[in-house]
């Protein structure tokens, strides 16, 4: 892959979340200034625009708004494997969670004839339900347990006998926020989990160090998928899902940093950014900051 090469993938979706707006969280990112920086470092961008989901579609008490979330993510299957089949580098903006589902997806399977692809979910929630533990029916809450095999099927099944990806090499990072039976599921399926308790006495560094080793050791790189929930309310406000006591607006930078030093950063998702709850677009202006600092800006 040219990383020197990136597309720019909106997703309008906010049918995956409980409340509205995120939809418009790839125009809010996209305001703060993401194409002139990213060129700015030197890349050459290609904003391939939003995928807007079906205005109508099935839905299930367990599995709210299914048809549309699971029509929108066939979309962008496609579109990210058209990317990768460039050689260019994919970066999706959200959009609700839902829609890794369909990235993580499409560079699973992208790379499946040369091994195994890791992931870094930087979340306060652990977004493994499925739709017998789930609590809400919301479909974002389900999309990192759908990549890895643990369901649903449908959220990642196009018709291209999904690569799922292994939990030996699956990180969950600043999560706090957990339903009891996600957490219990999670555990069952040997995944590395980061908590915000366990961010607290290692600090970011030493964390995001592991992180790296368990997502980038072995496979042939890793996926970034990056929840701006992740981040404390009062540096992120412009999001749906908020939950106090969460990482700094450091702690994130350090976290994008450490991913860009690597070199093994493979693709990203950035999503939850929700402008009608935003202060002066500050929630999309940190999430542009923290696509740039993942790929490669430098402080000094």
């Given at each position: 892959m040219d990383k020197k090469?990136?597309?720019?993938?909106?997703?309008q979706i906010d049918f995956g979340a409980a409340r509205k707006g995120v939809a418009?969280?790839?125009l809010a990112i996209r305001y703060?200034?993401?194409?002139?920086?990213?060129?700015?470092?030197?890349?050459?961008?290609?904003d391939k625009g939003d995928i807007i989901p079906p205005d109508d579609g099935m839905s299930l008490r367990h599995m709210i708004n299914f048809e549309q979330v699971n029509a929108t993510n066939?979309?962008?299957?496609?579109?990210?494997?058209?990317?990768?089949?460039?050689?260019?580098?994919?970066?999706?903006?959200?959009g609700d969670h839902s829609i890794a589902a369909g990235s993580v997806s499409a560079v699973a399977k992208h790379y499946e004839p040369e091994g195994e692809i890791g992931i870094i979910w930087i979340d306060?929630?652990?977004?493994?339900?499925n739709e017998?533990?789930?609590?809400?029916?919301?479909?974002?809450?389900?999309?990192?347990?759908?990549?890895?095999?643990?369901?649903?099927?449908?959220?990642?099944?196009?018709?291209?006998?999904?690569?799922?990806?292994?939990?030996?090499?699956?990180?969950?990072?600043?999560?706090?926020?957990?339903?009891?039976?996600?957490?219990?599921?999670m555990k069952e399926a040997?995944?590395?989990?980061?908590?915000m308790t366990e961010i607290d006495r290692r600090g970011m560094h030493d964390v995001m160090q592991e992180a790296i080793r368990i997502a980038g050791e072995g496979t042939v790189g890793i996926h970034l998928s990056f929840d701006v929930d992740a981040i404390s309310p009062e540096f992120a406000p412009g999001t749906g899902t908020p939950v106090p006591d969460g990482i700094t607006a450091r702690e994130a930078f350090l976290a994008a940093e450490m991913l860009a030093d690597s070199g093994k950063l493979l693709s990203m998702d950035l999503v939850e950014v929700n402008p009608i709850l935003d202060e002066r677009n500050k929630t999309a202006i940190m999430a542009s900051e923290l696509i740039l600092l993942a790929m490669g800006k430098k402080v000094y």
């Open positions: 090469n990136l597309d720019i993938i909106g997703v418009m969280g790839p703060a200034g993401l194409k002139q920086n990213l060129r700015g470092l030197g890349f050459n961008v290609i066939k979309r962008l299957y496609e579109a990210v494997r058209a990317t990768l089949d460039k050689g260019h580098f994919p970066l999706v903006l959200g306060a929630h652990g977004d493994w339900n017998k533990s789930t609590i809400s029916g919301n479909m974002h809450g389900m999309p990192f347990s759908a990549v890895c095999g643990w369901g649903p099927d449908s959220m990642v099944d196009f018709g291209q006998k999904p690569h799922f990806v292994s939990t030996e090499h699956c990180v969950q990072i600043a999560g706090h926020d957990f339903d009891k039976a996600e957490a219990a599921r040997g995944m590395h989990v980061f908590s």
